[in-house]
């Protein structure tokens, strides 16, 4: 998929055919009234905690204020309520594959990607990975990286998750009270 708009009528696959279950529906992209997104979303199951964390990766025409429909969005609440929420554009494109492997995503230039096992394979499995740079600012509170110096752009990395299977950078995450 190419970061730009399609100027015109948009044909949308609706109904899965055969073989693209988690393929691109949108074919040659997203016009201004079109969306197609992959969605994963994670929330705490410990009762008062309401800690969640929403990832999707988007081409999507529905934010014509962003220059282009290839985004990748993470939003979530951390366990004091806090909401907290980044877009990043995939500036260079993005790719989709399904196969028999499963199926990958790669949103070039927000540096991020997504993978699924397939589904007919024991231990389905999602892996989700966000790259880039983390900068602080005064105001904000100092947040440590967890033996990982990979980050999602201006996003650090917060343990939000407490006994939850999640794994970042090669290592089981958890919360400290």
Do not use: C
């Not at 967890?146 to 752009?153: K, S, V």
Request: aromatic share 12%.
């Amino acid at each position: 998929m190419h970061p730009q708009y399609f100027n015109g009528t948009v044909p949308v696959e609706k109904i899965s055919t055969p073989g693209n279950l988690d393929g691109i529906k949108l074919k040659p992209s997203a016009n201004t009234s079109s969306s197609d997104w992959w969605y994963f979303n994670s929330q705490v199951t410990t009762p008062g905690d309401n800690s969640t964390v929403e990832i999707v990766f988007f081409n999507s025409g529905d934010f014509k204020q962003q220059p282009h429909p290839l985004s990748v969005q993470v939003t979530g609440v951390f366990p004091n309520g806090t909401r907290f929420h980044k877009t990043s554009m995939a500036d260079g494109g993005a790719t989709v594959i399904v196969d028999e492997k499963g199926v990958r995503g790669q949103w070039k230039g927000a540096e991020a990607n997504f993978s699924r096992t397939a589904p007919d394979k024991p231990d389905l499995t999602y892996t989700i990975n966000i790259y880039g740079t983390y900068e602080s600012y005064s105001s904000n509170p100092v947040l440590t990286n967890r033996g990982t110096d990979e980050y999602f752009q201006t996003v650090g990395h917060a343990d939000l998750f407490p006994k939850m299977r999640l794994v970042t950078g090669g290592g089981r995450t958890g919360y400290k009270e």
